[in-house]
């Protein structure tokens, strides 16, 4: 692909610091092949590509992941993430809406609904999306498993102790972690007869990616709960769960992607239920017969 791409918005040839599309349409010329396609993809699909993780864009355009980071490199940014954010400045105006489609203008009313119909919509693509097939192999490595260690950070760590808390109840021995050094260490005790859990909306999350491949070393079976199946924290699992909530860069951490995660540990704590039932309501009892003193 050796033409530059049609313009999305007429641009003087004095590019804006801060203009990401900008700053590809001066450079076009000046870039290698392969940084070319992943500009033409870009500048063709970039209202899609702050969705993409840096593997999809990579298979998208043609090109490797190291080449995207070339081309961020070039462009002035420290990665692929700073890049997406710069291009999300341009394309969602972060500064006029607090929540995705609420705006300045929505009343109260207006406003929450429009929160809450986020939420079942993430819920209800996440069923639509959940694949059966492997939310069986996920409950059967859960309840057969020595340890479960779950890792996630940010909002995805409310997910991964929601979890936990879940298991727990159920007579899982589980760990959760959400501290990176911990999350490194715990890796230590993992082995073959212990499931790691990841949750990562992006695939994308550093430190999650890393627990994963080191519990994955240690040879223990791998579930990844994400939005993005061909991210890296996607493609070190044995068992893929995917949600579907999708999330600009400055949306990041909100409510619908959680609530998607949430679902998922709900389907997957009721197969668990299911598969040790006996077992289940007799340590349901017992920990609720622990915790009875807590309330008035």
């Given amino acids: ?10 641009v003087e040839n004095t590019v804006p610091s801060a203009g990401c599309l900008p700053k590809l349409r001066k450079m076009f010329g000046t870039l290698r092949p392969a940084e070319k396609r992943v500009a033409s993809y870009i500048l063709k699909n970039a209202g899609q590509v702050i969705y993409q993780s840096i593997t999809e864009l990579s298979a998208s355009s043609g090109a490797s992941d190291a080449t995207v980071i070339r081309l961020c490199n070039r462009l002035g940014y420290s990665g692929y993430q700073e890049l997406k954010i710069a ?34 919509q993430a819920i209800n693509d996440t069923l639509d999306l959940l694949n059966m097939e492997s939310l ?31 298991l727990v109840r159920v007579g899982i021995p589980a760990n959760f972690f959400a501290d990176p050094h911990m999350q490194a260490i715990s890796t230590v005790l993992i082995g073959k007869e212990d499931v790691a859990i990841g949750f990562s909306h992006s695939g994308s999350t550093k430190d999650v990616v890393d627990a994963l491949s080191l519990a994955k070393a240690q040879g223990a079976c791998i579930i990844c709960i994400t939005n ?21 860069p400055f949306g990041s951490g909100g409510m619908p992607s959680m609530m998607a ?13 299911l598969k040790i039932y006996d077992r289940a309501i007799q340590f349901i009892e017992r920990t609720g017969e622990a915790v009875k003193g807590k309330k008035y």
């Fill in 261 to 273: 995660q949430l679902s998922v540990v709900d389907a997957l704590f009721v197969g668990v239920a």
């Fill in 87 to 120: 291009l999300a400045r341009e394309l969602v105006s972060p500064s006029k809406n607090i929540h995705e489609d609420i705006g300045p203008n929505d009343d109260l009313a207006t406003a929450v609904r429009k929160a809450f119909q986020a939420n079942a």
């Fill in 1 to 10: 692909m050796s033409e530059v791409p049609e313009r999305i918005d007429p």
């Fill in 136 to 166: 069986a192999k996920a409950v059967d490595a859960v309840a057969t498993a020595r340890q479960v260690y779950l890792y996630g950070v940010g909002t995805s760590a409310l997910a991964a102790q929601d979890a936990y808390y879940k």
């Fill in 228 to 248: 993005r199946s061909r991210s890296p924290a996607g493609k070190l699992a044995d068992i893929l769960l995917l949600t579907a909530s999708e999330e600009t």
